[in-house]
């Protein structure tokens, strides 16, 4: 298991799993050797790869009832990846969230003119009915994009910076992309097209210390806070920002 979404609306606990190929669901209160309440598997799927095949997360789209996977070539580059008919494919998959077994999925968005490659992660903007896929920049596409069609807009450049590998998550009430970003985190509107500067960042590595590999991020705008899990330091780090959230 490399990564899980939950999903509110339903009470499921969605679970990505690259060493079975599969996406696991799971009740809400699930607890101990409990099985699945379903299971997508099976060369249907289209979800082949190992290890790091970009694999590694999957998003859920409660309003929408959808089920969005990545795949693709991952860090270990060409072999044991997603190889479908001799040929590699990147983009991301999307399941029907009541999916179950060998199906195929609603929609695959991928190929050249979509620019993702490797790992990517995906987050759903579920009031302007959009997608944004972190995969050298941020790719911004309509919700229902399918195949091989290019994104709307494209966050990349110098002057937004590099925006790297790890979790990053959507506000949706304000619009707002959250992504890693030069050992801490930089915020962008949904808007943003180009070489667009944050608005915002958050520079965790200058204020805590240590490797800046930030791999998670989780907001709580209730009480207008950010946190941040560091892998090599093993702590959650938590932000008061209140100006994101205002």
């Known amino acids: 298991m490399h990564g899980f979404a939950f999903d509110p609306i339903h009470d499921e606990i969605v679970v990505n799993s690259p060493l079975t190929q599969a996406v696991l669901v799971f009740r809400g209160g699930a607890?101990?050797?409990?099985?699945p309440l379903r299971v997508i598997q099976g060369p249907t799927t289209q979800i082949v790869g190992m290890g790091y095949a970009a694999l590694e997360t999957v998003s859920v789209d409660p309003q929408n009832s959808e089920i969005f996977l990545p795949v693709g070539t991952g860090a270990y580059g060409g072999l044991g990846n997603n190889q479908i008919s001799g040929n590699y494919k990147e983009g991301v998959l999307v399941f029907d969230r009541m999916a179950?077994?060998?199906?195929?999925?609603?929609r695959f968005l991928s190929g050249p003119d979509?620019?993702?490659?490797?790992?990517?992660?995906?987050?759903i903007d579920p009031v302007r009915n959009l997608l944004i896929v972190k995969s050298n920049g941020l790719l911004i596409f309509d919700r229902t994009a399918n195949g091989n069609v290019k994104p709307l807009r494209i966050i990349r450049g110098p002057k937004a910076g590099n925006i790297g590998r790890g979790q990053f998550?959507?506000?949706p009430e304000k619009g707002l992309v959250i992504a890693p970003l030069g050992g801490g985190f930089g915020v962008w509107k949904v808007t943003d097209d180009g070489d667009v500067a944050p608005r915002w960042r958050i520079p965790v590595q200058q204020i805590v210390g240590g490797a800046p590999q930030n791999t998670g991020i989780?907001?709580?705008?209730?009480?207008?806070e950010l946190f941040v899990a560091n892998g090599p330091l093993n702590r959650v780090f938590t932000f008061y920002f209140p100006e994101m959230f205002d």
Do not use: F
């Open 114 to 123: 979509t620019q993702i490659r490797g790992v990517s992660h995906v987050a």
């Open 169 to 171: 998550q959507i506000y």
């Open 31 to 35: 607890n101990g050797e409990e099985t």
């Open 218 to 224: 989780a907001l709580d705008p209730v009480h207008k």
């Open 100 to 106: 179950n077994g060998n199906v195929a999925p609603k």
